[in-house]
């Protein structure tokens, strides 16, 4: 991060992406929303940590692409944009969701019963903004949010 943005001061114009936890959307296989509905399935209930409060930045994958276009042709140098379209979708709504798709309960596990990686993200409130993103460049997400995508079935093909 630090030696792309030192790039600008060499006259590179350089700036950097920061995308959130859950870049969600048709197609998506790999991510974190795709291993928290194979946890589900194993275990016969969608689960999160605690009362599921944290937070979880997300924006859907068309929307960073276009912000990633925006960066390309007016990103100043030296820029640090952040592509949110969610600021914060709390796990328990996440869980829900997958329940619903699942026909499973929701509830709260013990930390123990998720990996290593997915106990931090799950637990960890973690709100982000792209308010100064979307007034530098005039980026606004437009596609479906974080639970509208999970709604729309697409993970449970």
């Not at 920061?18 to 291993?35: A, C, D, I, K, N």
């Amino acid at each position: 991060m630090q030696a792309a943005l030192a790039a600008a001061g060499r006259g590179v114009r350089s700036c950097l992406v920061m995308l959130p936890r859950s870049v969600h959307g048709q197609g998506e296989r790999h991510g974190f929303v795709p291993q928290l509905i194979a946890m589900a399935r194993t275990k016969g209930v969608s689960g999160y940590i605690g009362d599921g409060a944290s937070r979880w930045p997300a924006v859907h994958v068309k929307d960073a692409a276009s912000l990633y276009r925006l960066a390309v042709e007016q990103a100043p140098a030296g820029a640090v944009l952040n592509a949110v379209g969610d600021e914060g979708v709390p796990v328990r709504d996440i869980a829900e969701a997958i329940g619903r798709h699942l026909n499973m309960p929701a509830r709260s596990l013990p930390a123990e019963e998720f990996g290593g990686m997915l106990v931090h993200l799950l637990s960890t409130d973690m709100p982000a903004s792209s308010t100064i993103t979307q007034e530098l460049l005039g980026w606004k997400p437009t596609h479906p949010g974080l639970i509208q995508d999970i709604e729309q079935g697409h993970y449970f093909t």
